[in-house]
C-alpha cells in the first residue's frame, strides 16, 4: 500500500434513514476539521436523499448509499428502490466497505451507530482496524431513556462492539448537563476511552434572500423549525393555532416546514398561513443557521443540531420536544430548561392555543441562553479539532501501540 506523507483523510459514516440531524452534525464537524488543518480531506457516506442540497467546503466530498426508512413498526424499507430491505443493506454495506478500501482513511468517525444500520459497517471496521486507522464512535449528548436504550443496545450488540472496535468515543455535550451513557451497563474499559468534547458550535453564512422572506426577516419575527419536518405536523399546528387565535401576538412568524414533511399537509399549513397577516411560511432552507442569526427567537421540536445553534447564537427559544418514538428530545430540552437555557412547553400543553400563544409573547422577554454560565458548554469544535489531530498526526504505528497498552 503506498504511504501518503502528506495528506490525512478522514471517512466520516453516517446511516441517515431519515431527517436532517446526523448529516448536519457530520457535515458541521467535517467543515470544522478542515479549516483547522490544510492537509486533511473529508469523506462522508451518507443515506441521506438530500444530501445534494447543501454546499461542501473545499476538501469535503459525499458519496450518497441507497436510502432507507425506519417504519412506524420499527422495520426498514428501501426508500426508492423496489428491492428487498436485505439487498439492500448488502449493497449498502459493499459501497461502504468498498469506498472505505479506495480511500483509505487514517480516522474514521461514526455517527452514532457503532456498527451502522443493521450491522452494515462491521466489514469496514475490521478492514480499518486491521490497517491501523483510528476509530472513533461520535454520540450525541442524548440517546434515549437508558432502560429503553439498553434493550436496544443489547439487540445490535452495541456495547461489545464499542469494546472491540472503538479507540474512542467522543460525546458531543456535557455530562453535567446529560450523559447518554446514563444507567447502562458499560465496561469501565470503555467508559475510559469517552471524552465529552462539549456542544458544538455553529457559525452561519449570510442569508439568501429569496422573494418569501422579503417583509419578514427585517422585522423581529420568530423561526418556527421543526428540522427535517418528517414528524413536525404537530408543532407547526401548534404554532398557527396560536396565531389564529391571537393575531395581535407581537412577533411575526417564520415557518419552515422541512424537507421531508408530506406534500399535503405542507399545503394545508401554507393555507393556513397565507390567511394570517403576521405568518409567513417556507418549505426548506439549506442555511437554516443564516435564518436563526437574524430572528428574535426560536420556537423548535429540540433537537441536538437546533440545541446547538440556539446556544451558538444565543437565542430564545421555546421548544416543545417529542416524547415518541424517543424521549431524547423531552430529556435534553427538560434539563435545559432546568438550567434556564431555554423555555419548555409539553406537547399536551401546546395544544391549548391560548397556552402556546402566551408562551409566544413571553419568548422576547425571557433570557438568552448566555444568562447561564456553564464552563465550556461550546467547546465542542475545538476539542473535536484537538482529538482528531492527535490520531492523525500520531499514524498508524501510533495508533497499533495506543491499541497494544489498553489491550484490543
Known amino acids: ?43 462522508i457516506l451518507s443515506g441521506s436523499p438530500i444530501i445534494g442540497s447543501f454546499d461542501f467546503r473545499s476538501r469535503v466530498d459525499f458519496v450518497r448509499v441507497p436510502g432507507v426508512i425506519k417504519l412506524r413498526n420499527g422495520e426498514y424499507v428501501s426508500l426508492n428502490l423496489h428491492i428487498d430491505i436485505d439487498e439492500m443493506l448488502a449493497m449498502r454495506s459493499s459501497i461502504i466497505r468498498h469506498t472505505a478500501d479506495i480511500f483509505d482513511p487514517e480516522l474514521l468517525i461514526v455517527d452514532k ?23 472513533i464512535l ?20 452495541a456495547v461489545p462492539a464499542l469494546e472491540e472496535y472503538y479507540d474512542e468515543i467522543w460525546v458531543y455535550g456535557l455530562p453535567q448537563i446529560c450523559d447518554p451513557l446514563a444507567g447502562l451497563s458499560v465496561p469501565r474499559a470503555v467508559r475510559e476511552r469517552v471524552t465529552y468534547t462539549g456542544y458544538l458550535r455553529r457559525t452561519a453564512s449570510e442569508v439568501q434572500l429569496t422573494p418569501e422572506l422579503f417583509g419578514i426577516i427585517d422585522k423581529d419575527f420568530l423561526l418556527v423549525t421543526p428540522g427535517g419536518g418528517g414528524d413536525g405536523e404537530a408543532l407547526i399546528d401548534h404554532v398557527l393555532s396560536a396565531y389564529e387565535h391571537d393575531p395581535a401576538i407581537p412577533n411575526p412568524a417564520l415557518l419552515v416546514f422541512g424537507p421531508f414533511m408530506l406534500p399535503e399537509q405542507r399545503a394545508t399549513f401554507a393555507g393556513r398561513a397565507a390567511r394570517l397577516q403576521n405568518v409567513r411560511a417556507i418549505t426548506f432552507s439549506a442555511r437554516l443557521e443564516s435564518l436563526m442569526v437574524r430572528a428574535a427567537g426560536v420556537v423548535a421540536m429540540g433537537g441536538y443540531n437546533t440545541f446547538c445553534e440556539i446556544l451558538s447564537f444565543d437565542k430564545r427559544a421555546l421548544i416543545i420536544p417529542r416524547t415518541a418514538p424517543r424521549l431524547e428530545q423531552f430529556i435534553r430540552t427538560k434539563r435545559a430548561a432546568e438550567l434556564g437555557l431555554l423555555a419548555m412547553l409539553r406537547d399536551d400543553q401546546a395544544r391549548d392555543p391560548c397556552v402556546m400563544a402566551a408562551a409566544l409573547r413571553r419568548l422576547a422577554q425571557q433570557p438568552p441562553p448566555s444568562a447561564v454560565h456553564i464552563p465550556g458548554l461550546l467547546d ?17 504505528a501510533g495508533c497499533f501501540a495506543a491499541r497494544a497498552r489498553y489491550g484490543t
Open 138 to 157: 461520535g454520540l450525541r449528548d442524548v440517546m434515549d431513556d437508558p432502560e429503553a436504550l439498553e434493550s436496544e443496545w443489547e439487540r445490535k450488540q
Open 1 to 43: 500500500m503506498t504511504v501518503r506523507r502528506h495528506q490525512k483523510r478522514v471517512l466520516i459514516y453516517s446511516h441517515d434513514s431519515f431527517g436532517l440531524g446526523h448529516l448536519r452534525r457530520c457535515r458541521a464537524i467535517a467543515h470544522s476539521l478542515v479549516d483547522a488543518d490544510p492537509a486533511v480531506s473529508i469523506l
Open 113 to 135: 451507530e457503532p456498527l451502522g444500520l443493521r450491522g452494515e459497517v462491521r466489514d469496514t471496521l475490521d478492514l480499518l482496524q486491521r490497517r491501523g486507522a483510528a476509530l
Open 380 to 396: 465542542g469544535m475545538p476539542v473535536v479539532n484537538r482529538l482528531a489531530r492527535n490520531w492523525l498526526d500520531q499514524g498508524r
